[in-house]
């Protein structure tokens, strides 16, 4: 038998990414060769000794930066205890501390722990559908909008508006539809009988850094209470300091019914956490949902550490002025290169749409010591440390003027 022979699209743009390296590992990410070694502040350092500015912070988890003697300590605390890890069938001080913490500092009325962002997300739309079917059994369904990331599990991927992640493994997940960000569809498609939840990012992250408007958020809001249905903020990227504020939302002018956290939560121990209101948090009933790892004495103990830092209000008040300064520079940017056709973020969460492919960028910032990364096939993401200096910054952002020329 003869086996079609794959064409190789010619319409590509030649794009000088490396070759991918001889590994082990199952080929679902294209790495480039170099193997980092060592962490320190805001370098990562691979195995010459080559330092590599971090504007990419392990794709928003490392909020510190490497090396942060606070969450060594904090680790080496949680270890002395000897409680590496105890059941969800038992209670543990760091677990209900850290959610004591949650509470007090957001709208929620209880945390549900588990290990990664998608897990996050797959758990507030099983809650949201135990919501619904308390008031209906066909007000099961889900919504989420054009441009979304909500993570790669079989309801987050079908949450998930990238047609290129999702083809391989269709069919997805029954009952989840992606619907324009514009009000008139999300109030067609807002049907009170069927729709449970509506899931969005406040700053849409993978898709390309896009803030999602406060009117629309307002007018979504108003909707959603009035249908009974749960708005979901995914904050596993926006949240935790990252724009500025502890909560995302806190800047949106709405409270929404569930946040769901990851990313830097841990220090990049695995985590997520969904934040639930009083309403839904009332129909979550032992046997529900449950994880073996979430919430365990040793992340629980480090997230503890990490979201009181993130909630120093010096902190999040660097955040805000350090993301409008750098705003502004890569505006600067913009108008002295004329590589750049947008500038979209806030906090430390930036996008910058380039004239050519984003991924022969990032290779090239690579080349030149600095980690960047994409949202989509024209868009540069920066996500710098949340701790990063304004000298650091700005050599990053001259190495990225460069890097564009
Ligand atoms: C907004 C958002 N939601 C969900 C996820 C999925 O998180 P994880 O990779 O931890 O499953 C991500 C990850 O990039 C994200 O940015």
Not at 19 to 30: E, F, H, M, R, V
Not at 126 to 144: E, L, N, Q, Y
Not at 371 to 386: D, K, N, V
């Amino acid at each position: 038998m003869t086996l079609p022979v794959m064409q190789l699209s010619t319409e590509q743009p030649a794009v000088p990414v490396p070759a991918p390296t001889q590994s082990a590992i199952l080929g679902t990410y294209k790495r480039p060769p170099a193997q980092f070694v060592r962490g320190d502040g805001m370098y990562l350092y691979d195995e010459s000794g080559k330092a590599y500015l971090d504007f990419a912070s392990g794709i928003a988890v490392n909020a510190f930066g490497y090396n942060d003697a606070g969450i060594a300590r904090a680790i080496q605390d949680a270890v002395a205890t000897g409680l590496l890890h105890v059941s969800n069938l038992y209670r543990t001080a760091p677990g209900e501390d850290l959610a004591e913490f949650l509470v007090d500092h957001s709208f929620a009325s209880s945390v549900f722990y588990c290990n990664s962002g998608a897990e996050a997300n797959e758990g507030a739309f099983k809650f949201a559908r135990k919501f619904g079917r308390s008031m209906s059994p066909d007000k099961t369904g889900i919504i989420s909008l054009r441009g979304a990331f909500h993570g790669r599990l079989f309801a987050s991927l079908a949450a998930t508006d990238r047609a290129k992640y999702q083809a391989p493994f269709k069919p997805l997940a029954p009952g989840v539809s992606i619907v324009e960000r514009t009000i008139e569809d999300l109030d067609a498609a807002l049907d009170a009988r069927t729709v449970a939840a509506v899931i969005l990012e406040p700053v849409q992250g993978e898709g390309g850094v896009r803030v999602i408007d406060r009117g629309l958020l307002a007018e979504l809001r108003a909707l959603t209470h009035e249908r009974r249905i749960a708005l979901i903020f995914d904050e596993i990227q926006s949240g935790l300091g990252r724009t500025g504020t502890l909560f995302a939302y806190e800047q949106t002018g709405v409270v929404p019914d569930m946040v769901t956290l990851a990313k830097p939560i841990a220090a990049g121990l695995p985590m997520g956490a969904v934040l639930v209101s009083e309403e839904i948090s009332a129909v979550m009933k032992p046997g529900d949902h449950g994880t073996t790892f979430g919430g365990g004495p040793l992340v629980a103990s480090v997230a503890l550490h990490v979201v009181k830092r993130l909630a120093e209000p010096a902190l999040l008040e660097q955040v805000r002025d350090n993301g409008a300064w750098m705003g502004e520079e890569l505006r600067a940017i913009m108008r002295r290169t004329g590589r750049v056709r947008a500038v979209r973020g806030m906090g430390l969460m930036w996008g910058i749409d380039v004239v050519e492919p984003a991924a022969g960028v990032v290779a090239r910032a690579m080349d030149a010591g600095l980690l960047i990364l994409s949202a989509g096939e024209y868009t540069l993401r920066l996500l710098p440390p949340l701790v990063m200096s304004r000298d650091e910054m700005r050599d990053g952002l001259e190495s990225l003027e460069e890097v564009l020329r």
